[in-house]
């Protein structure tokens, strides 16, 4: 990373914003700096647009804008590029790219939150270099930028003055990297303390997603199948379906899985369609029976049985626990 001041001298954080960006990659950098503040730090934020006007967030939110990206002239000591949904769009945006490398090049530290890392690859800033992003994009990042070595279950990467989170609230994670960084590890301590956020959140981006949390497949077929199951947990993914569609003998397809997954192909579905059942039942309503038929089981008896040998409770209560933030004594009656 490129040399940071001492001193008392105000740190300088410039947020880059555009039509669509995320507004948690914005608002949770700026919450820890500004947070920061209340235990010692003198970060000075501002928000940039490429032309200077204020924005629209892929949620329908208005965020004001200070001034244009051209109209910087002050170095920044961190300049934060936020993602959004729309982003092969956004990395296909010529005004938007070349906003980043001009802040980019009169910044200490460049840090992209979730997909921002496509702006910044996109940008030619993570050539030659280690980064991440959301755990649902990695092989996306991977497979666009060949350049870029990705390290998919990171959730943040530091590679010289770039640094790169994964999804979305992971850009807390690396805020509270940088506020360490320059105050201390007791401010940080405390600002993490203030916004009830882990310091350093255990574990990483595999606790989100199967694919993230199985070995990468070395051979092209295997991650054809592999994607396969993820892109439609309800189809048909018995061993000789996959077999057939690799090309392969159902021993063969075995002996693949053991190597390179050090699973079994049933194993494997079982816990993609775990994942989408979880999702599922996350965030609808839908009837336990539309549930286990859209993610493979068949039927709720099926999938009864999947959760309750996998997590230990039944698919009902796993609703109900997870379909909510409020803490058991929140439900208890008056």
């Given at each position: 990373m490129k040399d940071m001041p001492s001193g008392r001298k105000p740190l300088l954080v410039t947020v880059l914003?555009?039509?669509?960006?995320?507004?948690?990659?914005?608002?949770?950098?700026?919450?820890?700096?500004?947070?920061?503040?209340?235990?010692?730090?003198?970060?000075?934020?501002?928000?940039?647009?490429?032309?200077?006007?204020?924005?629209?967030?892929?949620?329908?939110?208005?965020?004001?804008?200070?001034?244009?990206?051209?109209?910087?002239?002050?170095?920044?000591?961190?300049?934060?590029?936020?993602?959004?949904?729309?982003?092969?769009?956004?990395?296909?945006?010529?005004?938007?790219?070349?906003?980043?490398?001009?802040?980019?090049?009169?910044?200490?530290c460049t840090a992209s939150i979730c997909t921002g890392a496509f702006l910044l690859a996109a940008a030619g800033l993570l050539d030659g270099r280690t980064a991440t992003t959301h755990w649902r994009f990695a092989d996306q990042l991977a497979l666009r930028y060949p350049r870029v070595t990705v390290e998919a279950d990171a959730l943040f990467v530091r590679d010289g003055h770039i640094m790169t989170s994964a999804g979305v609230s992971s850009g807390i994670d690396l805020s509270l990297a940088l506020v360490e960084e320059h105050l201390g590890a007791d401010v940080a301590r405390a600002v993490a303390k203030d916004m009830v956020v882990f310091m350093q959140r255990p574990g990483g981006q595999s606790q989100f997603s199967v694919r993230t949390h199985t070995p990468r497949a070395r051979q092209e077929m295997l991650r054809r199948v592999l994607d396969a199951v993820a892109e439609d947990p309800s189809g048909s993914h018995t061993l000789a379906a996959m077999a057939r569609r690799a090309g392969v003998s159902p021993r063969h397809m075995t002996r693949l899985f053991r190597e390179e997954m050090a699973t079994t192909p049933a194993r494997y579905v079982e816990r993609v369609r775990m994942e989408a059942a979880q999702a599922m039942l996350e965030g609808s309503d839908d009837p336990m029976a539309t549930v286990a038929r859209r993610t493979g089981f068949g039927s709720p008896e099926s999938m009864r049985r999947a959760f309750t040998r996998n997590l230990g409770v039944t698919p009902g209560a796993y609703r109900a626990r997870f379909r909510t933030t409020r803490t058991p004594a929140e439900d208890r009656p008056a």
């Open positions: 914003v555009f039509p669509g960006v995320r507004l948690l990659d914005v608002t949770g950098p700026i919450e820890v700096f500004s947070t920061a503040n209340e235990f010692g730090g003198r970060f000075r934020v501002r928000v940039v647009s490429p032309d200077g006007a204020d924005v629209v967030t892929a949620s329908d939110t208005g965020l004001h804008v200070d001034l244009a990206a051209a109209q910087v002239r002050e170095a920044s000591d961190v300049v934060v590029v936020p993602g959004g949904p729309e982003w092969p769009s956004l990395a296909k945006d010529d005004a938007l790219l070349s906003a980043v490398r001009a802040l980019d090049a009169h910044s200490r």
